[in-house]
């Protein structure tokens, strides 16, 4: 092949020299390459003429195919890029880091990349994105993804959050405060063993569908565990008091994607990602002046 390029480069220019310039290599480099490709077809493709060359017969039947074939292969290779510059960007999240994060964010991002699609797909089930066709996951954890390469997007950590009502004085009892979880979800009855409860023995608002509990608590339905970073807003705006926890289990935000190479527009898109969730941070620092709360063991205010 690179016998094959030198050549079509020198039928081109009709010049060693400039053929050597057009593919930064010597013209010593391009002569050896068609002299090579020469004996391999034991023809001559071409002939010394003045300060350039011309092309034999068979040199210029040879030029009109590879004209051709490197043609097809350039117009391949820029129908790949161009489909891929179109395809959208398949992120698989959450409904809160969706309602609660990205929906007010994405016109920032459409404004920097104009005409780049995106389409979210919130759920609260793991989706194997390698297998599913994902391009990223915005994922909550402590960041063990074996197998898929991870950015870190920001650290936050899981509260206990109720409405205003419900805060009585500097210490609340967990154990008295109805509760909006989900027992069905073994992460949610997770988190509550973690904050020292006993689902068992809660007065539990089991709204079957995790995607309204933040809602039900700014009603105020009763407490629910959240991080820090979705209910950031409301803690700003009074809307919802936080209960710190001890104990909980480490919490941060990671951009994942599939191992391998990474197309440009979603290397874009992690990027504004990840500034995204560090502007937002910034604007609602870790909140301060937390009430204590109280289950089955003490809990420290921090």
């Known amino acids: 092949m690179s016998a094959l390029r030198a050549f079509d480069a020198a039928a081109a220019c009709l010049s060693f020299s400039a053929a050597a310039r057009s593919l930064n290599v010597t013209p ?15 023809l001559a493709l071409v002939r010394r003429q003045g300060r350039g060359i011309a092309l034999t017969e068979h ?3 040879l030029a009109r195919s590879l004209e051709q074939g490197f043609g097809a292969i350039s117009h391949g290779v820029e129908a790949l890029r161009e489909g891929e510059r179109k395809r959208a960007i398949r992120v698989a999240t959450t409904p809160s880091i969706v309602d609660e994060f990205l929906l007010s ?15 979210l797909t919130p759920g609260e089930s793991y989706i194997d994105i390698v297998r599913e066709g994902f391009d990223l996951a ?44 989900n ?9 509550l063993n973690a904050a020292g409860l006993d689902p068992d023995h809660l007065q539990i608002v089991n709204l079957g569908d995790p995607r309204h509990t933040i809602r039900a608590a700014r009603e105020g339905f009763g407490a629910t565990i959240a991080n820090a970073f979705i209910v950031r807003r409301d803690l700003a705006a009074g809307d919802l008091q936080a209960i710190e926890l001890d104990g909980m289990p480490p919490m941060a935000y990671w951009a994942v994607t599939p191992p391998g190479p990474m197309r440009t527009i979603l290397a874009d898109f992690v990027t504004w990602l990840k500034e995204a969730f560090r502007r937002e941070a910034a604007r609602y620092p870790a909140e301060a002046g937390f009430v204590t709360g109280r289950g089955d063991r003490a809990v420290s205010s921090r």
């Open 28 to 42: 010593a480099a391009i002569s050896q390459q068609v002299r090579s490709l020469e004996s391999e077809l034991g």
């Open 183 to 191: 027992t069905n979800l073994d992460w949610e009855n997770m988190l």
């Open 105 to 119: 964010e994405m016109a920032d991002f459409w404004q920097k990349h104009p005409g780049v699609e995106v389409s």
């Open 138 to 181: 915005i994922r909550g954890g402590e960041g063990h993804y074996p197998g898929l390469h991870m950015e870190h997007l920001v650290d936050t950590r899981w509260i206990a959050v109720a409405a205003p009502k419900w805060i009585r004085g500097k210490q609340v009892d967990l154990q008295q405060l109805p509760w909006i979880a």
């Open 59 to 61: 040199g210029m039947q």
